[in-house]
Nanobody, 124 residues
């Protein structure tokens, strides 16, 4: 049906940069808000950033000025550019999208979809 696949995670030293990508695939009619969330060991999943279909963005205070979310509507992709990374940014990062799509029963459906997560590790 609909699948989100993240890429771009890895190990980086503090102060470094990484760029995460998320590709949305399936029989998609439209994508509303897209976002990135993260979950550190022993902690709850938290919002990192969101971007609306029109390009309006929202960031967690902890990443403002360091992370930038963007999207390519033509390719059904979203990105998270992460600069000035800190050890406390270490987490599994998940992409998220609100998708209207054609289901396997040939019905138009709308739901929130999550990727499988990609690990970002920032060493001190």
């Amino acid at each position: 049906q609909v699948q989100l696949v993240e890429s771009g995670g890895g190990l980086v030293q503090a102060g470094g940069s990484l760029r995460l990508s998320c590709a949305v695939s399936g029989s998609i009619f439209s994508i509303n808000t897209m976002g990135w969330y993260r979950q550190a060991p022993g902690k709850e999943r938290e919002l990192v950033a969101t971007i609306s279909s029109g390009g309006s963005t929202n960031y967690a205070d902890s990443v403002k000025g360091r992370f930038t979310i963007s999207r390519d509507n033509a390719r059904n992709r979203e990105y998270l550019q992460m600069n000035s990374l800190k050890p406390e940014d270490t987490a599994v990062y998940y992409c998220n999208a609100e998708v209207t799509y054609l289901s396997s029963s040939w019905e138009r459906e709308y739901r929130e979809v999550w990727g499988q997560g990609t690990l970002v590790t920032v060493s001190s």
